[in-house]
């Protein structure tokens, strides 16, 4: 994304920070400026970007990835085609630094200078396509609705009146038809597109892997496109272990890191067991690793390297474009 300018968006609820890199220039001295997280918020970012004399389209932008916040203005960026990159925040904060002072000005100045000095080994960013769009539109919504029927049948656990266990059943038993409807849906969109549809079904021949886990990974990768390993999206789902020392004595173990998508995790866990379960290699890998210790924490990071090494089969599957296939046994 190597540019002659570069502009660091700070996005929000419902306003942008924008700063613009200066050369040896302080970053509380970059311009700067806030602006409404709409249509007209975007035009008023560009008319200001324009009268500090920088040209737009020699001009790459950096934001986080902030979810549906940063969905506007992305699509405003490829209407006008001006490159942007969407970066993980974790690598925003390690690559730039400690900093005493927390503010959204000053971290709209920490975008900049980050993608002004990494930019060379940086490649824009582009929205997915529009299957993969309402793939995890749909995804979402099939995940509140399992999230409800859950806590509903916890509810009806504790009832003591039919009434009201009654009222609650019919709730649960409309949300388990919306939940199959949403499903069918997400599979027709699978259908339809040869890319999606050939993914997943190399997805799915991974014991352990099924729908949930499937579409999880193909929302998430955007189709095996916006991660370059295995270990990296191992971290970004809080598998993947990283190590810490300092000086000859100071270690600690490795440890996945905290900051992840748990809702993907949770959904890789119950892959993991399944797998255990039902396929031999993984439990003679799981059995290996507990090495007959049945203490908690001995199981815990057994299963942990359980789910890395799915993630690894499903990356493999697809690098390699062949179903995976069992060990003879």
């Given amino acids: 994304m190597k540019n002659q300018w570069y502009a660091g968006i700070d ?16 970053l509380k001295d970059f311009p700067y400026r806030q602006f409404y997280n709409t249509a007209e918020g975007f035009k008023e970012m560009v008319s200001w970007i324009k009268e500090q004399g920088i040209v737009l389209k020699r001009t ?6 902030t979810g549906y916040y940063s969905w506007n203005i992305r699509c405003f960026l490829e209407s006008r085609k001006l490159k942007y990159r969407m970066e993980d925040p974790l ?6 630094g400690i900093s005493k002072d927390k503010n959204d000005r000053l971290d709209s100045a920490k975008l900049a200078d980050y993608l002004a000095r990494y930019s060379d ?41 039919k009434e009201e266990k009654k009222r609650q059943l019919k ?12 499903k069918e849906q997400m599979r027709q969109i699978i259908a339809e597109n040869e890319d999606l549809e050939k993914n997943y079904n190399l997805l799915c021949s991974i014991p352990g892997i099924s729908f949930v ?14 991660f370059g390993s295995a270990r990296q ?20 173990k490795p440890k996945p890191s905290r900051h992840c998508d748990s809702l993907a995790k949770a959904d890789l866990s119950q892959a993991a067991k399944a797998a255990v379960e039902y396929d031999k290699e993984m439990n003679r890998f799981y059995n290996r690793k507990t090495k007959n210790k049945k203490d908690t924490d001995t199981k815990r990071k057994a299963m942990n390297a359980v789910k890395f ?16 296939e069992r060990l003879a046994t």
């Fill in 60 to 65: 790459s932008f950096v934001m986080e990835y």
């Fill in 213 to 226: 886990n499937a579409i999880d990974t193909i929302v998430n990768t955007e189709n095996f496109t916006s």
């Fill in 233 to 252: 999206y191992a971290s970004y789902v809080g598998v993947a272990p990283h190590s810490k020392t300092s000086g000859k004595c100071v270690k600690w």
């Fill in 121 to 161: 080994t940086l490649s824009p960013s582009k929205l997915p396509e529009d299957s993969l769009i309402r793939l995890e539109a749909l995804q979402k919504e099939r995940k509140t609705y399992v999230e409800m029927r859950v806590s509903l049948l916890n509810r009806i656990q504790v009832s003591r009146y």
């Fill in 11 to 26: 996005v929000s609820k419902n306003t942008l920070d924008v700063s613009v890199y200066v050369e040896k220039s302080k």
């Fill in 171 to 182: 709730i649960v038993e409309e949300l388990t038809k919306q939940i199959e409807t949403v």
């Fill in 309 to 324: 090494k799915l993630i690894l089969r499903m990356f493999a599957v697809i690098r390699r474009g062949t179903p995976f």
């Fill in 91 to 96: 690598e925003v904060r390690y690559r730039s």
